[in-house]
């Protein structure tokens, strides 16, 4: 193991990235004994890190939360500009926790929550192919605009993968993806014709929202967590 010593904080669920990178700053982060004030460091396997004489380590449990992010919150620690953030919304005793993937500030729905960086970067990998779905509210749709973002579009230089896409009723249409481009859906049903007036997860993986309430959060079992490891 090679790994920078933000990462390594950030993977045990001590804090963020950029947590990490203030606790480093503020000098109360040491390894094997020596205080370590710069974030260009590398720790290796046997390296003792300790945060305000704590020692951490990342071999722990995997921890799998679902949230139910609330419209009009940032999927982000701290937002420059000052709007609410999910980590305002949860509770103190999941503030550590990192998110899989992000939802746009009017997005809603199904946000993946976890203890461990590894997991949450494997889970957005486009090449693991783990579908999401979502549920696309618009004015209007054309048979012709649906099947070119089955088949897949380019929007702007950009190519969007082909889209699974369910019609369930006038403007309510059931879209399953697996690339996870920012702002993918908003951009490929916008270029149709079709602008998104409203956008819900209802999915991500094996695990789904369900009646879970906006702002709650649920714990999921390990034995689903496990299946999930073994995809990876």
Not at 6 to 19: H, M, P, Y
Not at 43 to 66: H, P, R, S, W
Not at 200 to 205: A, E, K, L, M
Not at 206 to 211: A, M, R, S, T
């Amino acid at each position: 193991m090679n790994i920078r010593l933000a990462k390594f904080i950030a993977d045990s669920g001590v804090a963020s990235r950029r947590g990490a990178e203030d606790l480093i700053a503020k000098g109360v982060v040491s390894v094997n004994g020596s205080v370590i004030n710069t974030p260009v460091f590398f720790v290796q396997e046997g390296d003792v890190v300790c945060v305000n004489g704590k020692k951490i380590n990342t071999d722990y449990d995997v921890k799998l939360y679902a949230f139910h992010k609330p419209i009009n919150t940032m999927t982000t620690a701290r937002d420059p500009m000052g709007r609410k953030t999910i980590y305002d919304v949860l509770d103190k005793q999941y503030k550590n926790l990192k998110y899989i993937g992000r939802l746009d500030f009017k997005t809603t729905g199904l946000l993946l929550l976890t203890n461990n960086g590894e997991f949450a970067r494997k889970m957005s990998l486009p090449q693991n192919h783990i579908e999401r779905t979502y549920i696309a509210t618009v004015d209007k749709y054309t048979k012709q605009g649906l099947d070119k973002a089955r088949q897949g579009i380019c929007v702007e230089g950009i190519k969007y993968q082909p889209m699974k896409i369910k019609v369930l009723d006038e403007h309510n249409l059931q879209i399953t993806l697996t690339e996870g481009k920012k702002n993918e859906i908003r951009i490929v049903l916008k270029s149709i014709g079709s602008p998104v007036k409203a956008l819900h997860r209802i999915s991500y993986g094996k695990i789904k929202l369900g009646n879970l309430a906006p702002g709650k959060i649920l714990a999921i079992d390990k034995k689903t967590i496990d299946l999930m490891l073994k995809n990876f």
